[in-house]
């Protein structure tokens, strides 16, 4: 990945190729409720852009991200609000790193997205607020962009869905190159108490069986006809036809969702509002999961999690080591955050207690360690 704010992935693409965002659903069945699903979404609903170039009302159109490498150093997370559902930080975000909605992001959801191409793990923050020397943040998820990983069941992340925010959106770099390679983020303003994956969280209180689910994917019919659109545009349509839409968050109807990027033409984006949601079908919801009801297992299991010393001078390198099973990812805080393997150096410079994160999709453990400095 190239370095800097939109920067290019040069035709990465995160997750593996069997990861849910990536798969090809373009042969998958038909849910039995797809037209009623469809109907309370609104059949006459248009696609609508929620992307471009420039800025409507004083703010960016989209959901920005940046990419940093090894020399961006970690800041502290200290979360307002589902603190109990986010990961630990710290995490690579500059305090300059774009809000969604900059350069005026008002009270909107403000999140911020950075990938790490040193590490290829992905930090979100949503409702963030840059403080002096760390965020303030309404929740924050970390995701190994090498891995399948799965949040705990019920656990919500940067969006409502529980889901990554950045696979999901339409970058220019990927319209350019011609193909989009995965699924797409989108709204709708109404959804049911449930869930299906990738989701791991639902965000409505609603019982209704024709609302849908977090985690919904919606599919372009294969029949219909892109010929009469841009170039650019059947790229997008193209890719709602073999890799769908994926339900993430409570909004607008159909709005699909991109990075901002002045190359983007609005005026053909537009276009896309002639496709109404009767143009879809919606892939058969498989599992369906709501938050007192999913499935039951065993959280990771630490054995180990132990220091070379405990006690050393100033400035002096400790290694931290562990023994973890059944975790689907691992963090160390205060420092260096999200890690692979089973060992890091850290250099404490005052007394310090380290923290050991494992999580799965069944729930996160946690081992701790002190070390003293003199």
């Not at 109907?39 to 248009?46: D, K, L, R, T």
């Not at 999690?305 to 689907?328: D, E, K, R």
């Amino acid at each position: 990945m190239s370095v800097g704010q939109g920067a290019s992935l040069n035709g990465f693409v995160p997750f593996p190729s069997d990861n849910l965002w990536n798969k090809d659903i373009s042969s998958a069945p038909v849910d039995p409720n797809s037209a009623n699903i469809i109907n309370f979404i609104g059949a006459s609903v248009g696609l609508h852009a929620d992307f471009g170039a420039g800025q409507y009302q004083g703010s960016t159109i989209g959901i920005p991200y940046t990419v940093v490498d090894s020399s961006q150093p970690l800041i502290p997370i200290n979360y307002t609000a589902y603190g109990s559902e986010s990961d630990a930080g710290p995490m690579p975000v500059p305090l300059t790193a774009p809000i969604e909605g900059y350069p005026n992001p008002g009270s909107g959801d403000r999140h911020v997205l950075v990938l790490d191409t040193s590490t290829c793990f992905l930090y979100e923050l949503y409702s963030s607020y840059p403080q002096s020397t760390s965020w303030n943040a309404g929740s924050g998820a970390v995701w190994d962009l090498l891995s399948d990983e799965q949040r705990p069941y019920t656990w919500t992340s940067a969006d409502a869905a529980g889901l990554p925010i950045f696979p999901g959106l339409v970058r220019y770099d990927e319209v350019a190159a011609g193909a989009i390679h995965h699924a797409i983020r989108f709204t709708v303003p109404n959804s049911s108490d449930a869930f299906t994956p990738p989701a791991s969280h639902s965000a409505s209180t609603s019982s209704n069986t024709n609302a849908p689910p977090m985690g919904m994917r919606l599919r372009l019919k294969a029949g219909f006809d892109v010929s009469g659109f841009s170039a650019a545009n059947q790229v997008i349509l193209n890719a709602m036809k073999k890799y769908g839409l994926i339900l993430a968050d409570n909004g607008s109807a159909i709005y699909v969702s991109g990075a901002p990027d002045d190359r983007f033409d609005n005026s053909d984006l537009h276009n896309l509002g002639s496709v109404t949601a009767s143009d879809f079908d919606v892939i058969q919801i498989t599992p369906l999961y709501n938050n007192n009801s999913y499935p039951s297992g065993n959280a990771p299991t630490i054995t180990q999690f132990s220091a070379s010393s405990t006690s050393v001078a100033s400035g002096t390198p400790v290694t931290l080591s562990w023994q973890v099973t059944g975790a689907s990812y691992v963090i160390v805080s205060p420092g260096p955050g999200a890690v692979r393997g089973t060992s890091v150096s850290v250099t404490p410079t005052a007394n310090t207690t380290y923290i050991l994160y494992a999580t799965n999709a069944f729930g996160q453990t946690t081992s701790s360690i002190s070390i003293t400095t003199h």
